[in-house]
């Protein structure tokens, strides 16, 4: 589990300021995620990256932006945080193909609690 | 889009009762269904998945049961434990190669000595 971290662990920011959240993983897995966890939502993926400079939307992509320049980072910044944004987010990754195994287990980071005022 | 359904959302055993918790998904074409639990203030973690070639897969105290035809799924904990007290999610995703999960809204489950 420590080949995926994420800092900060907890953040509280004001509306309208920016806000990036880091996730790093040692493991070289081709897929990284970002979710966000609210109650009574369950986890709902933000955006992805299958490989360095490739990204995708997930469900809730507005108001966030995501970067992959180099396999092991994919951060995370809320361009303009609002009151809705507040929620904890979790980084994962995936391996994807070793050999001819497509491996999809995600593991996820510990998380960051994010309040915005 | 898939939507994946989760009940009930929360449940409340005895140590050593058994446990289940289903899930219901929309997309036929749904082919990868993975569980995870969540111990309170810490991260998802895996703790199995089936895929819609097998009916069942068990690893020891914990199974998962697919009915491809009804478009459901259930994890099965047997002899609970206070350790098992989590919320669990439930997953699908569809297709070969890399798929979106989309996760329930999750079950909390919680085993009394």
């Known amino acids: 589990d420590a080949g995926i971290t994420q800092s900060p662990r907890y953040k509280i920011t004001e509306t309208g300021r920016q806000v990036t959240l880091m996730c790093h993983q040692t493991w070289s897995h081709s897929y990284m995620f970002w979710y966000r966890q609210d109650l009574g939502h369950g986890l709902r993926l933000i955006y992805y990256?299958?490989?360095?400079?490739?990204?995708d939307k997930g469900e809730v992509p507005d108001g966030y932006v995501v970067s992959r320049s180099k396999t092991e980072n994919f951060p995370l910044t809320l361009e303009s945080a609002t009151r809705s944004q507040t929620s904890v987010y979790f980084c994962?990754?995936?391996?994807?193909?070793?050999?001819?195994?497509?491996?999809?287990?995600?593991?996820f980071g510990p998380g960051t609690r994010l309040l915005v005022l | 889009g898939e939507n994946v359904e989760q009940h009930p959302s929360t449940l409340s055993v005895q140590e050593g009762d058994s446990a289940v918790i289903k899930c219901t998904y929309s997309d036929s074409a749904s082919n990868y269904f993975p569980w995870y639990k969540q111990e309170l203030g810490k991260r998802p973690q895996l703790i199995i998945d089936?895929?819609?070639?097998?009916g069942e897969k068990k690893d020891q105290r914990i199974a998962v049961t697919l009915n491809k035809t009804a478009k459901h799924f259930s994890l099965h904990i047997t002899e609970t434990q206070p350790e098992d007290s989590a919320v669990y999610f439930c997953a699908a995703s569809k297709g070969t190669g890399f798929q979106k999960l989309v996760f329930g809204t999750g079950t909390r489950l919680l085993v009394s000595p």
């Open positions: 994962a990754s995936s391996p994807g193909t070793s050999g001819r195994i497509f491996q999809e287990t995600q593991y």
């Open positions: 990256s299958a490989a360095a400079d490739i990204t």
């Open positions: 089936i895929r819609s070639n097998v």
